[in-house]
């Protein structure tokens, strides 16, 4: 491994309601914390998005255009916020989220504020802003509830260089691994 490449900053954003500690040792803001907050004026090598956090990744482009993005799962089609918030309880459920990787639920109401403002971000006019060198899609072959097969189809009609790996919507092993052979190799 070149030493540059461990040198790379990198910075995460979770997805909705989840901690960075999640993600494997990646640094990034815990967003779904009511009193945290990044700036708009963050600096990374390679910025990594998960679900919602994607939106949150892609607003640092125009400050960053020369930094990669690998969005994980990140929510390509548009849909209302009732259909979000019941395909977001049957993917805790049906995935077996454990509460402790959530954050506390005295952070949601600040936590769907952010998410209302997120939902506004046009996520496929925003990636194709980003050189197609500096932008890859992780997908979860087994998402069922946000980045489906349909969001698969979108991507690859629009050249965006699509890797899929064995999980769901949640991070795991997998998908760690496909990150960091990005960064580091």
């Not at 030493?3 to 999640?22: E, I, M």
């Not at 506390?104 to 802003?129: H, Q, T, Y």
């Not at 946000?146 to 260089?161: G, L, V």
Request: glycine share 8%.
């Amino acid at each position: 491994m070149d030493k540059n490449n461990l040198d790379k900053k990198t910075l995460l954003f979770p997805g909705g309601f989840q901690f960075v500690r999640n993600y494997g040792g990646y640094d990034g803001p815990d967003s779904w914390l009511r009193e945290n907050c990044l700036g708009t004026e963050a600096k990374a090598d390679y910025f990594i998005g998960h679900s919602i956090g994607a939106s949150s990744a892609l607003s640092y482009f125009e400050g960053n255009p020369e930094s990669k993005f690998i969005l994980f799962n990140p929510l390509i089609k548009k849909r209302n916020i009732l259909d979000l918030i019941f395909r977001w309880m049957r993917f805790l459920l049906e995935e077996r989220i454990e509460w402790i990787r959530i954050v506390p639920v005295r952070n949601w109401i600040s936590g769907f504020g952010k998410i209302w403002k997120l939902l506004k971000i046009d996520v496929l006019a925003e990636m194709e802003k980003i050189p197609k060198g500096n932008l890859i899609v992780l997908r979860g072959k087994n998402d069922r509830f946000f980045c489906d097969e349909e969001s698969a189809k979108i991507i690859k009609r629009k050249n965006i260089r699509l890797i899929e790996v064995e999980a769901g919507h949640d991070w795991n092993k997998n998908v760690k691994e496909a990150a960091d052979k990005l960064i580091f190799f």
